[in-house]
């Protein structure tokens, strides 16, 4: 074991403060990730939880985020069967509409503006979600029956078995879904026949964007070029985990949320330097005395030196690990609510760089303490 790793496992009190504030500084960033990122995937949910291998977009359509929907010619869904791999092709088409609840006891009515998502009720339907239950399926067979997620029942003001009136006509409330939130606008779920009725299907030969299925979805890459290939530029095609990237990446490149991350890791970084490189001054200057006694032994100040920056190499390994336990608490948390949470890699691997770099800067900036190490000061 190196003297600095035992250094920092003895003495790790004098070192706590320099690990929590790593681990906050990673925490500041990493949260926000993860809340931006649950975004997506609350607005997402019903794709990347259904059986679809491949999506058809619109050719100039970068992504499902701020895209305002996107609609294809009718004629390309029979056309998606010409590619033999393909079993089944579906339309995820949603919309939205105005919402009012009926509310009692003299409560206000709760009036907004909500999405509409789509499934159809078929069993096995290439965009209904794996994780419905059957009781779920069934209760959306019904005329008019919306679905909504557990954590927007108080923001519309309805509880299991309630009525609104959503576009002026009359819903009922006959299902509770688990892990579909929508932080911006409030969402409700219903079959393809009472969005149909309810005239919010696409009209004038249009649809919305394709949901595919195909034969085995290890070749989803393969079928995806094969599809791009004959498209004449009227479509894209895209694969599932293509498409939720592309979707992470357009609301990363918001410029509000830009702000906001920029903000956090340049906050991150001074609060962790300028914490942590006075936490290792500090210890270093209690243990002063230890390394005149290495002085006097012979050892070099450039090897004191490197012992100052393995040990703040291992405070920054350490505040990982706290960051790690804080961001997978937070997630649980959140997860528990029912508000989605992800990580990308990427970011996990920038900030786990990010935080290692605040240690061997703040090291930096502890070795001039060194320069009191003088043997002579052991005489007095």
């Not at 819903?171 to 911006?184: E, F, S």
């Not at 990580?343 to 605040?358: A, E, K």
Request: with cysteine; charged share 20%; glycine share 10%.
């Amino acid at each position: 074991m190196s003297l600095a790793l035992a250094t920092l496992l003895y003495e790790w009190r004098r070192y706590t403060a320099a690990v929590v504030a790593l681990a906050f500084s990673g925490l500041l960033i990493l949260a926000q990730i993860g809340m931006f990122t649950g975004i997506v995937k609350g607005a997402t949910a019903t794709i990347d939880r259904s059986s679809a291998d491949i999506m058809i977009l619109p050719p100039k359509m970068e992504s499902l985020i701020n895209s305002g929907g996107g609609s294809l010619p009718a004629r390309l869904l029979p056309k998606m069967y010409m590619n033999p791999e393909v079993v089944e092709v579906a339309a995820w088409d949603a919309d939205g509409g105005r919402w009012v609840n009926r509310p009692r006891d003299g409560k206000k009515a709760v009036t907004t503006f909500i999405n509409v998502n789509m499934v159809d009720t078929r069993p096995g339907s290439v965009n209904l979600p794996h994780d419905f239950p059957e009781a779920t399926r069934v209760a959306l067979l019904e005329p008019y029956a919306i679905a909504i997620d557990e954590t927007q029942l108080k923001r519309l003001g309805v509880k299991l078995g309630d009525e609104a009136s959503l576009n002026g006509k009359t819903v009922r409330v006959r299902a509770i879904l688990q892990g579909y939130p929508d932080v911006n606008n409030a969402s409700v779920t219903m079959s393809r026949d009472t969005m149909r009725l309810m005239g919010m299907l696409v009209k004038g030969g249009k649809t919305g964007p394709l949901m595919v299925r195909i034969a085995d979805s290890r070749r989803a890459e393969v079928v995806r070029d094969q599809l791009n290939a004959v498209s004449d530029g009227a479509y894209r095609a895209w694969t599932r985990p293509e498409l939720a990237k592309a979707n992470e990446g357009a609301l990363m490149s918001e410029q509000i949320i830009g702000i906001f991350l920029s903000f956090s890791v340049f906050l991150g970084f001074l609060i962790g330097v300028g914490i942590t490189s006075q936490t290792l001054r500090g210890a270093i200057l209690s243990s002063i005395k230890e390394y005149a006694s290495l002085r006097a032994l012979g050892v070099s100040m450039g090897s004191l030196r490197l012992i100052v920056m393995e040990l703040s190499v291992w405070v920054g390994i350490a505040g990982l690990g706290a960051t790690a336990l804080f961001t997978g608490a937070i997630y649980l948390l959140a997860t528990n609510s029912g508000l989605p949470m992800g990580f990308p890699m990427q970011w996990i691997i920038g900030v786990s760089v990010l935080l290692i770099v605040i240690s061997c800067a703040s090291g930096l900036l502890a070795l001039g303490i060194l320069k009191k190490s003088q043997p002579a000061d052991l005489l007095r």
